[in-house]
């Protein structure tokens, strides 16, 4: 069984990547002009404490008037001037949308309910659900107030979202509630449809909803629509692209927003993120020096810390997400970077670290997923079985996406109790559901596919979608999603030399090394694949439950 690797969105950003995704606190504050260049930034070289962790690095080496009187994003902006808008109207840059403090999109809601219930009913009736719930999303036949068109999303998470300030208690819908109330007064500030545009980029990542997406696009072209260029629409258009996993169109947008202000701090981000998920690590790498030496802070450190990580160079990325944390005051940051600590710390199998990390995140903000997450995954390579599928379960319940699922039902596999295996096949059934849904608002899933539908779907399906995957952008990702596909599908010869590239950075990860054992072992090298599924098992014993499992059995096997 394949173990699942950090995806999202970027899927491979830092802390715990989720599909709807990993990724951290925002790059700045939210606020309703655009962000102003900062001269005198260009000239710090850098914060003190990042400089002090790449000293010790630099040797390694995205009629036409709606309801509410605000005309869609297609419409002419100047008609907009003096619409009236009706008390109670929504907004969200053409067309009306479910007010943020009602709840999520229905069609997640459904996906939620489905996820509950499938802990409980038998694999033929979720499979109908969830078959019908996918027909649903795709169509839109659930669809709430605007049209709407889809891991880990890897829907993906946003690092370039809004400010951690409004993470924290809740107060991300508020901040939407607010900004929605200043634009039926203001509608031509092209600041706040800016803003409004990554809020709810970021809105579609905290509560795993997709169709946040289309919201997100209208505001953005309404931006753009009132102030051609402003960098402030185009960065949100590249964190955009991001989460959507459009990484080209994400470098692009972030290009042109720092042409117009060499200093924005979101785009700066997005574009190290971009670089990173296309596989261009060296670039990456340049780009965060570049962002550190303009806007410092907690987005670069983290930045900083998984483009060394994916070098292999796990104690610089220690040490730039210990500075981080040193320097993080509020409950959004302090939980994402002690996260991204668990994570480091997890991937090496220093599960009491991580655990020590995830609880310090918890005492932050005790809802942040990716922490209880984490600490799930801890306490399943530690032997809590029965710990990880309550806190498993947990996040599922709350938000299900493709990894905490396929995670879910690899806990059930490997716990063996009666009806298990049905709870597992439910919760494999739901990621198909996912899919549809981010596929109907623009996500790219194909990665996710690949390495849901690999262990627990549709091989051949995987294979197709790993191969487009690959044909967009080659990271040790894509590389290692491909080598698996190819494997499960009886391609091993074709599967060993993208195996090879996954683990060719230096990127200490025991699920690619388990993969590439696998592949070794199938085309005939028993001594390489002994080599390298031990290397797997000292590396993180505990990777994946039903992983390390059958990495044990082909170690008995070749020996």
């Not at 790219?444 to 294979?463: N, Q, V």
Request: hydrophobic share 40%.
């Amino acid at each position: 069984m394949s173990p699942r690797t950090k995806e999202s969105a970027p899927e491979n950003g830092p802390g715990g990547r989720w599909e709807a995704g990993p990724a951290g606190p925002a790059t700045g504050a939210a606020h309703t002009t655009s962000e102003p260049g900062s001269p005198g930034a260009g000239r710090r070289g850098g914060s003190v404490a990042a400089r002090s962790v790449k000293d010790g690095m630099n040797a390694d080496t995205s009629d036409g008037k709606t309801a509410t009187g605000i005309p869609a994003a297609g419409e002419d902006a100047g008609s907009a001037a003096s619409a009236p808008v009706p008390a109670g109207g929504t907004v969200d840059g053409g067309g009306e949308v479910p007010e943020p403090a009602a709840g999520t999109d229905e069609r997640i809601v459904a996906l939620r309910r489905f996820s509950a219930l499938g802990r409980r009913w038998r694999t033929a009736q979720l499979g109908l659900c969830a078959a019908s719930l996918a027909v649903a999303l795709t169509a839109g036949a659930v669809a709430v107030g605007a049209v709407r068109g889809g891991g880990s999303v890897p829907v993906a998470s946003s690092p370039a979202g809004v400010s951690p300030e409004l993470l924290a208690g809740g107060d991300l819908d508020a901040g939407i509630r607010a900004l929605q109330a200043h634009l039926r007064v203001q509608p031509r500030d092209h600041g706040s449809w800016a803003t409004l545009g990554l809020a709810y980029v970021e809105q579609a990542r905290t509560h795993g909803d997709p169709s946040r997406y289309p919201q997100a696009q209208r505001a953005l072209d309404r931006s753009l629509r009132l102030r051609p260029g402003n960098d402030a629409a185009l960065a949100g258009r590249a964190a955009l692209a991001a989460a959507r996993h459009d990484f080209t169109g994400a470098l692009r947008h972030a290009d042109l927003a720092l042409a117009q202000n060499p200093y924005n701090e979101r785009a700066l981000s997005s574009r190290v993120d971009a670089l990173v998920e296309l596989g261009r690590y060296t670039d990456a790498s340049r780009a965060a020096d570049l962002a550190d030496s303009r806007r410092p802070g907690i987005p670069v450190f983290t930045r900083y810390a998984y483009v060394h990580e994916l070098r292999g160079d796990v104690g610089a990325a220690r040490r730039a997400l210990e500075q981080a944390l040193n320097t993080a005051t509020s409950r959004g940051d302090i939980a994402y970077v002690a996260t991204a600590l668990g994570q480091l710390a997890w991937n090496q199998g220093d599960y009491r670290s991580a655990l020590a990390h995830y609880a310090r995140a918890l005492s932050a903000d005790d809802t942040y997923l990716p922490a209880l997450e984490g600490r799930a995954r801890a306490q399943s390579a530690q032997g809590d079985t029965e710990g990880a599928i309550r806190g498993m379960e947990l996040v599922v319940d709350r938000y299900p996406l493709p990894q905490p699922l396929v995670e879910l039902g690899e806990l059930y596999e490997a716990r063996g109790k009666p009806g298990d295996r049905d709870k597992a096949r439910d919760q494999y059934a739901l990621v198909d559901a996912w899919v549809s849904l981010a596929r109907a608002n623009g996500v790219d899933a194909d990665l996710d596919t690949a390495l849901a539908a690999a262990d627990h779907g549709d091989r051949g399906a995987a294979l197709t979608a790993a191969r487009a995957e690959w044909a967009r952008r080659h990271t040790v990702h894509t590389a290692d999603a491909l080598a698996w596909a190819l494997h499960v599908n009886g391609r091993d010869a074709e599967a060993l030399p993208y195996a090879r590239r996954a683990t060719a950075t230096g990127y200490r990860n025991a699920a690619f090394l388990y993969h590439r054992g696998m592949i070794e072992r199938a085309t005939g090298r028993p001594d390489r694949a002994r080599a390298t599924l031990t290397a797997a098992l000292r590396l993180n014993a505990g990777f994946s439950p039903l992983g390390a499992r059958e990495a044990r059995k082909a170690l008995e096997a070749v020996k």
